[in-house]
């Protein structure tokens, strides 16, 4: 009797099986089995301390030392570190980078203090207080004294009366853009604010003295001076004065001139030069020359009746002063001996073209009387 070959399909859901020759229904069952892993991470904080120091802006002079300190409440064993510009300078007590000897770290139990002597203006700049991943940054400003020199060098400048001048200064030394001013030389101000000024139409008065003054914060400010020279004709002020003595008067002209350049001085009588006894007196802004007449008059001892002033010491007396620039002049006539109780004994000539003098007219006159002389032959 053959045989009945049977065929199964196990799908992955209850089927049933098929039929062929007796049959029932079947059902499949499939079991999942899940494992899990548990992982463990272990975490270590580093420990970091807290600034008790600001951070500060420090403004130090030139040649000073500059001083920046860093404390922290607690330091715990580490180490400071001090940087610049990327650049260790100390780790906790060993300092790095000083060839020259200036940096000086000074530690306490929570802190330190760096120390640069002698301040230099590459010293400027930002420093950086580092401890385990903290930072404390202070940044140096450095004032470095100002020098300022005069243009020109020589520190005079000559222009002649109504001629511009200018008047300046160059800075030559200092940081932080020095703050410009000018006064005269008593100290009274100019509102100039510029490195260079300039007078457009200088006139004698202008003559003095120029300060130019730089101020960048140093405790004194950088000073030059520069002189100006206005060149003009000489002033000229002519002033007589009387000195009544025991026995004679004496007649004295006192002859004072401003000029620049200086002016050479003459002393003429009757229009011909007359040769006297130097008396100069040099002062600040005027030169003054004197004249001594003496034995112009009797004093109040002298009892001599019969003395009566010659009459070739009356006439005009001239003082003149020339500089190159121009001339000037001042003159006085004598008219009488000057005696204690008499009327003036001058007068002053105010315009000397119109004055004729004595001596001239007296020339005058007698080439006249040689003309007739000569008409009558």
């Known amino acids: 009797m053959p045989m009945l070959i049977c065929v199964f399909l196990v799908l992955t859901h209850s089927v049933p099986f098929l039929e062929g020759c007796k049959s029932k229904p079947s059902t499949t069952t499939t079991t999942t089995t899940t494992t899990t892993t548990t992982t463990t991470t272990t975490t270590t904080t580093v420990y970091s301390p807290t600034f008790v120091t600001d951070p500060r802006k420090f403004v130090v002079y030139e040649g000073n030392n500059i001083t920046l300190p860093c404390n922290v409440d607690e330091l715990g ?3 400071i570190i001090w940087e610049r510009a990327n650049t260790t300078l100390a780790l906790g007590d060993t300092v790095y980078e000083d060839d020259e000897n200036r940096v000086h770290v000074e530690n306490t139990e929570n802190g330190s203090t760096i120390v640069i002597r002698e301040a230099e203006e590459k010293d400027a700049g930002e420093y950086v207080c580092k401890v385990s991943a903290v930072e404390l940054k202070h940044t140096v400003q450095i004032i470095v004294r100002p020098e300022v020199e ?9 222009v002649k009366e109504g001629e511009p001048a200018t008047l300046a200064c160059n800075i030559t030394r200092g940081n932080n853009k020095p703050y410009i001013n000018w006064e005269l030389e008593s100290g009274y101000p100019i509102f100039w604010f510029e490195l260079s000024n300039t007078i457009h139409e200088a ?3 202008s003559s003095g003295v ?3 003054k730089a101020n960048n914060g140093w405790p004194e400010p950088a000073t030059a001076e520069i002189r100006l020279e206005v060149q003009h004709t000489p002033i000229l002020s002519l002033t007589p004065s009387l000195d009544y003595t025991r026995y004679w008067t004496e007649l004295m002209l006192m002859c004072s001139i401003t000029a620049s350049p200086l002016a050479t001085v003459e002393w003429y009588k009757d229009g011909q030069m007359i040769e006297v006894e130097e008396d100069v007196t040099t002062g600040e802004e005027q030169v003054t020359h004197r004249l001594h007449l003496k034995e112009m008059g009797q004093g109040y001892r002298n009892d001599n009746e019969t003395w009566v002033l010659e009459q070739d010491r009356l ?13 000037a002049y001042g003159a006085f006539e004598l008219i009488s001996s000057c005696e204690r109780r008499q009327a003036q004994c001058y007068k002053i000539v105010k315009d000397l073209d119109k004055m004729v003098p004595t001596q001239l007219l007296n020339n005058t006159e007698l080439n006249n009387d040689d003309e007739d002389s000569k008409k009558d032959v």
Request: glycine share 16%.
């Open 150 to 158: 005069p243009v020109p060098k020589s520190g005079v400048v000559t």
């Open 210 to 212: 120029y300060r130019c």
């Open 77 to 79: 064993g580490l180490q």
């Open 315 to 327: 006439g005009l007396y001239e003082c003149r002063a020339n500089n190159g620039m121009g001339e």
């Open 203 to 205: 006139r004698r008065w």
